[in-house]
């Protein structure tokens, strides 16, 4: 991006913003206000209700319960307040997922805390029942609230709604890369209208149905002249420090958000530390924890919840297996040699899901189309009890003694075969860093839906940035996909 021979921009106030992007904006806005006001209405409600309703001594007519109906009023108002001042109701953050989650806990933890060091200096005692409740019925509902508007503004995404009219500015392959990208994640909510190249709009269009609207120092013109949301400059020879200065004052009048790209992809933001550096942002990218006390609370946990979910389901386990020996000739579990971390094998066991000897069938079956990741859409050798425990993900909760023993983690990528292990690349042999899971990414973001290519990028996600409480969303997620079961087969 080369923009320093332009003549520069005159100091003149920013352009009011033009285009869909203000009203829609606006909507989500409010909508995201009305759900706060009635959640902190709500919980400091009930901790009125649950201090003070009920006892004897103290009601609203009275000095301290009538404090406490003007507290209560104080308290929702500042909650509100506060979550506006993080920066929780942000256009560029709602529907965004963590991110959101992060500045609304950080906005209710810091008003608490705030609010009993105030009481601690006027000597108030505010009673530690009152707040026990609010604070945690508050956090819930605020968030539940939030994760139903962002549904909804995800599901208005995907239907071409509430979206930013994007220009991406770049080099050809970075260019083509994000459009891919942005194309997949929706509810991300960037558009693109066009892009810039190096070569201007002689060039060839690198994306179906995108044009090229011009070269990469004329970035800000093209904005302003197609009326852009948000520039997304990604990587070019001409991306300087000084070259991007330039453009965001370009930006300014025309109300575009400048939008940077580093070159770096499939890494989660927990793993990056942005430093500045003589003013220039370097971002720093932790290594991924393969070992150490984050690996170590993660087996804690895997014991603890699958002996609890075993505990559930063994008597409806042992029903099933009942009914797979009663509906079909041969044992009622199914055991296969799998690979798992660092491509040691172990025994995998299932509920059997095909009739005995299937395993014998499977290269008629495949027709000698045997690839890393194979399996048939319709498999005759699967039964008919067994087409219903696969698509329930039945089949799979012996495994839950797998996790117990240490073959396996409740997540992860699935175990494969050595067949299918012994066609990895250097890439996908990254898989085996970590245990394999019960379940995993791949599986609750659309399991049969998705391409193998999707599939695998999602593991390698995965692999590389798993958390505790990533893996806890992901086992709600899987709850979900069990009983609304979608893309198995």
């Known amino acids: 991006m080369i923009l320093d021979n332009r003549s520069p921009v005159p100091m003149t106030a920013p352009a009011q913003r033009r285009g869909p992007a203000a009203p829609w904006q606006g909507v989500i806005v409010r909508r995201a206000l009305l759900v706060d006001v009635a959640a902190a209405t709500t919980a400091v409600g009930l901790g009125y209700v649950l201090r003070f309703d009920r006892s004897i001594e103290v009601d609203l007519f009275e000095p301290r319960g009538g404090q406490y109906v003007l507290i209560s009023v104080v308290l929702a108002e500042a909650w509100v307040l506060a979550l506006g001042l993080a920066g929780s109701r942000s256009p560029r953050v709602l529907g965004s997922g963590s991110e959101e989650y992060l500045r609304v806990a950080r906005a209710t933890v810091g008003l608490f805390g705030l609010t009993a060091i105030v009481c601690y200096l ?77 070569g201007g709009p002689g060039m060839p269009s690198p994306v179906d149905g995108v044009p090229v609207l011009g070269r990469i120092e004329d970035a800000a013109d093209v904005a302003h002249a197609h009326d852009v949301d948000v520039v997304a400059v990604t990587a070019s020879d001409g991306a300087t420090p000084h070259a991007l200065k330039r453009l965001a004052w370009d930006l300014e009048p025309t109300g575009a958000e400048l939008v940077v790209v580093p070159a770096l992809a499939d890494v989660a933001s927990p793993r990056l530390v942005i430093t500045p550096v003589d003013g220039v942002p370097v971002v720093q990218v932790s290594p991924p924890g393969y070992t150490g006390l984050q690996h170590a609370l993660k087996r804690v946990f895997d014991v603890v919840v699958a002996t609890l979910i075993l505990l559930v389901v063994t008597a409806p386990l042992a029903v099933l297996a009942a009914l797979v020996r009663l509906t079909s000739p041969g044992p009622a579990m199914f ?44 498999d005759p050798r699967v039964t008919a009890l067994g087409r219903f425990l696969r698509k329930y993900s039945l089949d799979e909760f012996p495994q839950l003694l797998n996790v117990i023993k240490g073959d396996m983690s409740l997540v992860g990528p699935r175990p494969q075969v050595a067949l299918e292990v012994a066609q990895y690349d250097d890439v996908l042999r990254r898989r085996l860093y970590v245990k394999p899971g019960l379940t995993g990414l791949w599986q609750v973001s659309g399991r049969n839906d998705l391409s193998l290519d999707q599939g695998t990028r999602l593991d390698l996600y995965y692999v590389e940035n798993w958390s505790l409480l990533g893996d806890i969303g992901i086992i709600l997620r899987t709850a979900r996909e069990v009983i609304s079961p979608s893309g198995s087969s």
């Open 122 to 198: 006027v000597k108030f005692d505010l009673a530690r029942s009152y707040v026990a409740v609010a604070l945690p019925i508050g956090i819930v509902l605020v968030a539940t609230g939030r994760r139903i508007l962002a549904n909804r503004l995800h599901r208005e995404r995907a239907r071409g709604e509430f979206q930013r009219r994007t220009l991406v500015v770049g080099a050809r392959d970075a260019v083509v890369d994000l459009c891919r990208r942005v194309a997949r994640a929706h509810e991300a909510g960037f558009r693109v209208v066009g892009v810039c190249l190096p």
């Open 335 to 378: 055991t296969q040699q799998r690979i798992g971390r660092h491509g040691r094998p172990f025994t995998l066991l299932k509920l059997r899901s095909m009739r005995q000897g299937a395993e014998a069938e499977l290269a008629e079956v495949l027709d000698g189309d045997v690839g890393v990741f194979y399996k048939p859409k319709a």
